[in-house]
């Protein structure tokens, strides 16, 4: 047995994917094929070892190797508790549930009750970026859709005014690039070195937060300030704005401990917030609008999600109400399915071990402490046992069983829902289970909107060939470089 680096050691029964024991330097080179290979070999391990419900190991560059386990467990590890198996070690840990509380109750909550403001920044986004003259422009995709994304979601997280500053938003969107490059650059330091690297590695780190804190900082704590102040004196004209750091401030409050209520700790839950939102969103729309535009039948799918974003919004009156956003199903479906082909992740839910001396699996497989395991989700995504001709962009493969349905062509029972916030053993872009992700409906309300209007309002010329996502540490990284030929056309309602 072999230790790799401050990670567990892996019994040497398991087999492996992209690690040759014998070749000379076989942990230095799997580990660098982990950084620029894994999402091949989770799908290469997956059709060898998941298929016959085995376990495979892959090298992966910062978490270390990934105990891969065949979908036949993945009911089992979607359910197990933090103390066991941790999410958080392998996502964020902030110290405190106060974060996941606040989007799984108030956040969700509140979609559709802000549509307005969320519409608003993002029409105004997209007028400054995409033009209103009816020209063609050539715009950077990821950089538009980050701009989008950041102000309308932090209209919502900070109020109007933060919400619409670049400076801050861009340091917000920077720091959350740091962390990943600053984990990547880390990871070829030996524990020693950690401490004096780290120090250097995450300078850029420092750097973005604390431009990003300067605005939150104050801001949080006056609203804190002002809510404390309001309790005391009902006559202090002040009326707390419907936003998530006067929800923070509130939850705070009544949880009451030192570390709830310092407003620092509560500005850096906002950095957070901003860090799991943010990219996460704008990589799904970028992707959605470049599996589209890149089908050989792009300008056919573009005409079907046009009319329907068109009759929906006629029928609700020209506003993007969270009923009205609920009926895209075909735009549903295609982020749905734009996530199956070229989601984030080449895993999912992927956990520590944290039960001490190691646990048995359900097939009675022993794994050590401190080793992570998860799930092969690009494996089960293109697997022909889950989904019919797995390799095509099927547009409407979640949508067409609900429109036939609609259309009284099939069933007398409403099909099985398989929306876009639907997580399932088979679509796991948002995790599933207990550590699902909370964010979802509001990321699927503000993607919807965006690429709706952006449908109606813009026009897109077609790829020929799809700028190709590529495979970095554990995630299918999204061309952050591709441009679009975008201009502004005359929507028909
Ligand atoms: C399309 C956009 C998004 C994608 C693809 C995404 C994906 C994910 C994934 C894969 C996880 C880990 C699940 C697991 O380990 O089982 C996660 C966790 C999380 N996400 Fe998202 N996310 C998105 C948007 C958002 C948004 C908008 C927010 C906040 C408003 C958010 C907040 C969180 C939080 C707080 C967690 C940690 C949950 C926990 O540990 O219990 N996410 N997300």
Redesign the pocket.
């Known amino acids: 047995q072999k230790a790799t680096r401050d990670h567990s050691v892996i019994p040497n029964a398991f087999p492996w994917v992209g690690r040759n024991k014998n070749e000379i330097f076989s942990s230095v080179r799997s580990n660098y094929r982990g950084l620029v290979n894994s999402v091949q070999h989770f799908k290469a391990g997956y059709r060898k070892y998941s298929k016959l419900g085995l376990i495979y190991v892959v090298p992966a560059w910062t978490r270390g190797p990934q105990i891969i386990i065949p979908p036949s467990m993945t009911p089992w590890i979607?359910n197990i508790p933090?103390n066991i198996l941790s999410?958080?070690e392998?996502?964020?840990?902030n110290g405190n549930?106060l974060?996941?509380v606040l989007?799984r109750k108030e956040?969700t909550r509140s979609i559709g009750q802000f549509n307005n403001e969320i519409f608003e920044e993002i029409d105004l986004s997209m007028q400054s970026i995409f033009g209103t003259d009816g020209q063609w422009r050539k715009v950077n995709i990821y950089n538009s859709f980050i701009k989008s994304v950041g102000s309308s979601?932090n209209r919502i997280?900070v109020g109007k005014e933060l919400g619409s500053n670049m400076d801050f938003i861009m340091a917000s969107v920077k720091f959350a690039k740091d962390v990943s490059i600053s984990s990547y650059i880390l990871h070829m330091f030996p524990k020693a070195l950690k401490p004096v690297a780290s120090w250097f590695a995450t300078i850029p780190n420092r750097y973005h937060s604390g431009i990003a804190m300067k605005y939150l900082r104050p801001l949080v704590q006056q609203r804190f300030d002002d809510i404390v102040r309001k309790r005391d004196d009902p006559n202090f004209s002040f009326e707390e704005p419907d936003d998530v750091v006067t929800w923070m401030v509130r939850e705070a409050l009544k949880r009451n401990t030192s570390i709830e209520t310092s407003p620092a700790e509560l500005a850096y839950g906002i950095l957070?917030?901003n860090f799991?939102?943010?990219t996460?969103?704008t990589?799904?729309?970028t992707n959605t609008l470049l599996d589209i535009h890149s089908a050989p039948n792009a300008e056919e799918l573009v005409e079907a999600l046009r009319e329907e974003a068109s009759v929906v919004l006629r029928e609700h009156n020209g506003v993007w109400t969270k009923q009205a956003i609920s009926k895209l199903y075909r735009l549903d479906s295609a982020?749905r399915e734009s996530?199956r082909m070229s989601?984030?992740?080449g895993t999912?839910?992927?956990?520590k071990v944290k039960v001490p001396g190691g646990m048995t699996l359900p097939d009675g497989t022993w794994v050590p402490e401190n080793v992570t395991i998860g799930v092969a989700m690009d494996g089960i995504h293109f697997d022909e046992e889950f989904y019919e001709n797995p390799l095509k962009f099927d547009l409407f493969r979640f949508s067409r069983p609900r429109e036939q349905y609609l259309a009284g062509l099939i069933g007398d029972k409403p099909p099985v829902n398989e929306d876009?916030v639907t997580t399932s053993e088979r679509w796991?872009?948002?995790?599933?289970?207990?550590?699902?992700?909370?964010?979802?409906f509001?990321?699927?309300n503000?993607?919807k909107m965006m690429l709706a209007h952006l449908l109606l309002n813009y026009e897109v010329q077609p790829w020929k060939v799809r700028p190709p996502n590529i495979s970095i540490d554990v995630i299918s990284v999204v061309p952050m470089q591709a441009t679009m030929m975008i201009r502004r056309r005359v929507a028909k309602m």
């Open positions: 979607a933090e999410a958080k392998c996502t964020f840990d549930d974060l996941g989007i956040l979601a997280f957070l917030l799991a939102s943010i996460t969103t990589i799904t729309a982020i996530a989601g984030i992740g999912a839910m992927a956990r876009f796991l872009p948002f995790g599933h289970g207990i550590h699902g992700c909370p964010g979802r509001f990321a699927s503000n993607i």
